[in-house]
């Protein structure tokens, strides 16, 4: 069975650091590309960032271009997002998906499988 598990959410000041996992079981992440999403409560799922499979490009959103970093640890087969600098406009819950393209996407009908999301909580 195909599943994508989120963890690291929780409760930090804003200018605080998280690092958010995404841990594949049943299938190699490194053949997918990788998309974190984001939703927060009355607003659309936004896309926040993305890896391509087998050691392709990154691409991340603007609007968290030079303090989120998305990377891969092919041995544990997980996928991580390291958030730094971070604002109280980042809460929301964070979703992890799995594409079976090679270059990673924005688009979140273009990805396959979903976690079940980990809330990231930015308040002082």
């Known amino acids: 069975q195909l599943q994508l598990v989120e963890s690291g959410g929780g409760l930090v000041h804003p200018g605080g650091s998280l690092r958010l996992s995404c841990a594949a079981s049943?299938?190699?992440?490194?053949?997918?590309?990788i998309g974190w999403f984001r939703q927060a409560p009355g607003k659309e799922r936004e896309w926040v960032s993305c890896?391509?499979?087998?050691?392709?490009?990154?691409k991340d959103a603007d609007s968290v271009k030079g303090r989120f970093t998305i990377s891969r640890d092919n041995a544990k087969n997980t996928v991580y997002l390291q958030m730094n600098r971070l604002k109280p406009e980042d809460t929301a819950v964070y979703y992890c998906?799995?594409?079976?393209?090679?270059?990673?996407?924005?688009?979140?009908?273009?990805?396959?499988?979903w976690g079940q999301g980990t809330q990231v909580t930015v308040s002082s």
């Open positions: 049943g299938f190699t992440l490194d053949d997918y590309a």
């Open positions: 890896i391509s499979s087998a050691g392709g490009p990154t």
């Open positions: 998906a799995a594409s079976n393209g090679y270059l990673c996407t924005h688009y979140f009908y273009s990805y396959h499988y």
